[in-house]
């Protein structure tokens, strides 16, 4: 039986998967923050160049991937599927698990799918400089990588508690030309805000995005670059969940549930859209996001219009959302700290189309470390949400006498993730549930919209 899957360099994908033209009804409109009007293309373009918007908008079934994105995925794409026959084999269970792999990527997980596509069409439109956010790491080292290919200055601000335990993923960041800075800075006045009533502010997600968007919108030469939750991120992902297919047809198989960790929803989309159209079309598959449960948008979450950032400069979205006032709790290893979840992902759920589960993440560690002793690879703590998943869904299938075919996504390595796995195992990391109260509370401060 084989190990791998591969496919060839000219099998990679030459559309991306469009999910907006197979819903069943338009998506909820996006509200500008002040007017709370749906907001057009003109609203969008100090933040994103033309081709994005319109790919945002965009209710095409496939879009074509350009040739030059093309041969910059193919730096590291088609990525491998795997056969995970050792991890079978270690948690003994009957059912057949596939993994593909996104960790072969040049910063090690699926985020440079969409920075070489946004960095190829800003650079094509003549913009100068990006400015984003990343949390651990992964999305900002994914630009900075993009940006040096297409020949972008690349501004990444970081959240502090992550800039202080990960300076690696920094020097990364450096080695690719991109300027890093701990958020919340004193550069903007999103982060000055935040310094004022915080000195020691760790930063969060949303502040970083809020400081990011602020930093695009008042320079000329610079856009903005999201890694994350919009139309235009889950679709250049798509690549993965297209080139899963015809790997399972190698494998001569169909997945019975599919299955990724879930943050913004991009990693999530990106395996499981192509999935949920077959579903649509009638075959019998199930979609499951993986999240934790410090940071459960999706099974705890409010769906409702909210903010996509802390301070309220960013569209108002509907998605499922804790609250653009959340703040994740320091103890969390991992990413996937966004206080929301894609829209498209949200409509998803809210229509049935696919499942959502949380876990803790002690327990996803144990799965990981489970997964690196039989099949080698050290995973994200991020991935490890999925791997946890598929280890519950073969001990499901066991304990009900049946068989299944799991596919999860390994959206990336854990090699700058090695402190996170000291601490599992001197005993230090702690579980948290994100309390329903709190969202309860921060309910409170959603915007007031009228739709
Ligand atoms: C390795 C890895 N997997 C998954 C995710 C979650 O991605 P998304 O926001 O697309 O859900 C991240 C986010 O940074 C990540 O680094």
């Known amino acids: 039986m084989p190990t791998k899957y591969l496919l060839r360099e000219d099998q990679i994908p030459r559309h991306w998967y469009n999910i907006l033209a197979d819903l069943a009804s338009p998506p909820a409109p996006v509200l500008h923050p002040q007017t709370r009007k749906p907001v057009g293309p003109q609203d969008l373009a100090p933040l994103f160049p033309m081709a994005i918007i319109e790919q945002e908008m965009s209710t095409r079934r496939e879009v074509p991937i350009p040739d030059e994105v093309r041969g910059a995925l193919a730096l590291w794409r088609p990525s491998p599927l795997f056969r995970a026959e050792r991890l079978e084999r270690a948690i003994g269970t009957r059912s057949h698990i596939y993994y593909k792999y996104e960790g072969v990527s040049p910063s090690g997980s699926h985020k440079p799918n969409t920075a070489v596509a946004q960095a190829f069409y800003n650079a094509k439109e003549g913009v100068k400089r990006l400015a984003t956010e990343t949390g651990a790491g992964q999305w900002g ?3 900075a990588f993009a940006g040096a290919l297409f020949g972008l200055e690349v501004t990444v601000y970081m959240v502090r508690i ?11 960041m450096q080695t690719w030309g991109a300027k890093v800075f701990p958020s919340p800075t004193d550069k903007t006045n999103a982060g000055r805000g935040i310094l004022a009533k915080d000195p020691r502010s760790n930063g969060s997600l949303g502040i970083a995005i809020s400081e990011a968007v602020e930093d695009a919108a008042t320079h000329d030469d610079t856009k903005y ?3 994350s939750v919009l139309n235009h991120v889950c679709m250049h992902q798509t690549v993965i969940g297209l080139e899963a297919q015809e790997q399972m047809k190698l494998a001569g198989e169909h997945p019975d549930v599919v299955i990724a960790c879930h943050g913004g929803g991009s990693n999530f989309s990106g395996i499981a859209l192509p999935f949920v159209r077959d579903k649509m079309n009638g075959r ?3 979609l499951l996001a993986a999240e ?3 940071c459960p948008s999706l099974t705890k979450g409010v769906y409702a219009f909210d903010y996509g950032d802390t301070v309220g400069m960013t569209p108002i979205v509907k998605m499922h959302t804790l609250g653009h006032d959340f703040m994740p709790p320091g103890i969390h290893a991992g990413g996937l700290r ?3 979840a894609a829209p498209l992902v949200s409509r998803l759920l809210h229509d049935g189309l696919i499942e959502a589960v949380a876990y803790p993440q002690r327990a996803c ?6 997964f690196s002793r039989s099949e080698g690879i050290i995973p994200a703590p991020e991935s490890s949400h999925a791997i946890k998943a598929a280890v519950d869904e073969a001990k ?5 006498g049946k068989s299944r075919v799991i596919l999860f996504n390994l959206s990336g390595h854990g090699h700058f993730d090695l402190g996170a796995y000291d601490q599992y195992f001197a005993g230090k990391l702690e579980d948290f549930e994100y309390p329903r109260e709190e969202v309860e509370r921060s309910m409170a401060n959603l915007p007031r919209v009228e739709v």
């Open 141 to 143: 080292s994914s630009l």
């Open 162 to 172: 992550s800039y202080e335990q990960k300076p690696y993923r920094r020097s990364m």
């Open 225 to 227: 670059s999201l890694g």
């Open 284 to 286: 019998n598959v199930r």
């Open 292 to 294: 934790p449960s410090s």
């Open 338 to 340: 966004y206080h929301g």
């Open 365 to 370: 560690f144990e799965a990981a470390v489970t």
């Open 396 to 400: 499901k299938a066991d304990a009900e």
